[in-house]
C-alpha cells in the first residue's frame, strides 16, 4: 500500500466493562438513576406461552425447532438477564424471574401467504373462548377511575364498566369522557364519590364476540377479586353496578342475572335481551342459550333480585327502533315482576354521542346523594 493511503483496518485497544462504565478522568461520578413508579404496568414475573401456527410445525423440522425456541425462553426467564431488571425494582413492585406456563402447535384456521394482524388477534381471542389457550387473569391491564382527593383511608362504591363490541375501554376513557363527567358530578355534590373499573373483552380492539364465556369468567373470577383486594372499596353488592353500551350493556344483564348476589344496580344502554349468536354462544345449545337469555333468567331470578333490592337503569335511543322497542319490552317485563328500575329515553341513536348523554343520567342512578 502506499504511504499516503491510510491502513483501513486499524487496532484498538479493548476494555473491560468495568473500565468503560467508570467515569472520563476528571469528570464527577453519574449519579444513580431516580426512578419513580406511577402505578403502570410493571411484570414482576412475566409469563410466556408459546403458540406455533402451521402444519409445518407439526413435522419433524418444526418440532425440532419449537423445542429449541421453548428452551430460549425457559433459559431468558430465569437467567441473570432477568436479575439485571431489578435495577426498575420500585417500592413494593420487584421483578423476578418468569416461567413459560405452556405451548401448543395449532394447524388452524389455516395460514395463506399473508396474514394482518387483526386476524391473528381474531384467531388468538378464539382460541381462548375454545380454552386451547389460558384465559386473562388479573395481571391484563384495565382502566381505573378515582374520585377527587381519593384516600385509601375511606371506602367507595364501584361501577363495572363494560365497552361495546368492537371496541375497548378507551372509549369510556375518550369518547365517553368518564373522568371530566364523574369529577365535575362529585364536585357538584350529585354523587357520591366512586370507583370506575373498565376491564377489555379481546385481545385487541378486532374482537366481534360477547362479554360471555371467558369474558364473563374474567370479569367475574379475576376483575372484581383483584379490584377488591387492591382499591379502596366499599363491601358488598349494594355497593356494586354492573353496566355498559351496546354488547356490554347485554354482557352487564347477562352477568347481572346469572350472578344475582354479586351487583345491587344493574344498567343497560342501548343494549339487547336475547341471547346473540356469536363469541362463545356462535354454537351453543339451545339451553346454553337460555343460561344467556335476561327474558328467560329475570323470572326465576327475581325473587332474590327483589329481597336484595337489586335496581335496573335501562336507557335506548327513538333513533334505535329495534333497540328501543326490545328495551320497553323488558322495562314492561321488569314491571311484571316487581322489579325497581328506571326506563330512560334519549333522542339519540347507536352512537357514542348518545351513549356520552346518557353517561350523567347513569351514575346518577348509582351513585346519587
Do not use: C
Not at 384465559?135 to 391491564?141: F, G, K
Not at 350529585?190 to 371467558?214: C, K, L, N, Y
Not at 319490552?329 to 326506563?343: C, P, Q
Amino acid at each position: 500500500m502506499s504511504a499516503s493511503a491510510p491502513d483501513p483496518i486499524r487496532i484498538v485497544p479493548v476494555h473491560g466493562a468495568g473500565e468503560l462504565a467508570r467515569p472520563a478522568h476528571g469528570a464527577a461520578p453519574a449519579a444513580d438513576p431516580q426512578l419513580t413508579y406511577r402505578g403502570g404496568a410493571l411484570l414482576t414475573a412475566v409469563e410466556v406461552f408459546t403458540v406455533f401456527w402451521g402444519p409445518w410445525w407439526q413435522g419433524s423440522g418444526g418440532t425440532a425447532l419449537a423445542a429449541q425456541l421453548n428452551g430460549f425462553f425457559d433459559f431468558v426467564l430465569t437467567s441473570g438477564l432477568i436479575d439485571q431488571l431489578g435495577e426498575y425494582d420500585v417500592t413494593g413492585q420487584t421483578i423476578g424471574h418468569g416461567s413459560r406456563v405452556g405451548t401448543t402447535t395449532i394447524a388452524q384456521p389455516a395460514l395463506g401467504t399473508s396474514i394482518s394482524d387483526a386476524q391473528i388477534q381474531a384467531a388468538l381471542g378464539e382460541l381462548v373462548a375454545a380454552g386451547t389457550l389460558p384465559s386473562p387473569t388479573a395481571n391484563t391491564l384495565y382502566f381505573v377511575y378515582l374520585p377527587p382527593d381519593v384516600s385509601p383511608d375511606l371506602r367507595y362504591p364501584a361501577i363495572y364498566l363494560l365497552h361495546g363490541l368492537r371496541g375497548s375501554p378507551y372509549s369510556f376513557v375518550g369518547g365517553l369522557r368518564l373522568a371530566a363527567v364523574a369529577d365535575t358530578l362529585i364536585h357538584a355534590h350529585r354523587v357520591h364519590p366512586f370507583i370506575a373499573v373498565m376491564p377489555p373483552a379481546g385481545h385487541s380492539v378486532q374482537f366481534d364476540g360477547e362479554w360471555t364465556g371467558t369474558w364473563e369468567r374474567y370479569v367475574v373470577g379475576d376483575v372484581l377479586p383483584w379490584s377488591e383486594r387492591h382499591l379502596p372499596l366499599s363491601a358488598g353488592p349494594a355497593a356494586r353496578a354492573l353496566a355498559g353500551f351496546s354488547a356490554g350493556a347485554y354482557g352487564a344483564v347477562d352477568m347481572g342475572l346469572r350472578h344475582p348476589g354479586m351487583f345491587g344496580t344493574l344498567e343497560s344502554w342501548s343494549g339487547y335481551f336475547k341471547a346473540p349468536r356469536d363469541g362463545s354462544l356462535a354454537t351453543a345449545t339451545a339451553s346454553e342459550r337460555a343460561a344467556h337469555d335476561p327474558r328467560a333468567l329475570l323470572p326465576a331470578a327475581s325473587p332474590e333480585l327483589r329481597a336484595a333490592g337489586v335496581r335496573f337503569f335501562l336507557s335506548a335511543g327513538r333513533h334505535e327502533p329495534k333497540t328501543l322497542l326490545a328495551t320497553r319490552a323488558f322495562a314492561r317485563l321488569l314491571s311484571d315482576l316487581g322489579l325497581e328500575h328506571v326506563l330512560h329515553v334519549t333522542a339519540g341513536g347507536h352512537h357514542g354521542r348518545t351513549w356520552r348523554a346518557v353517561l350523567p343520567a347513569g351514575l346518577l342512578y348509582a351513585f346519587a346523594r
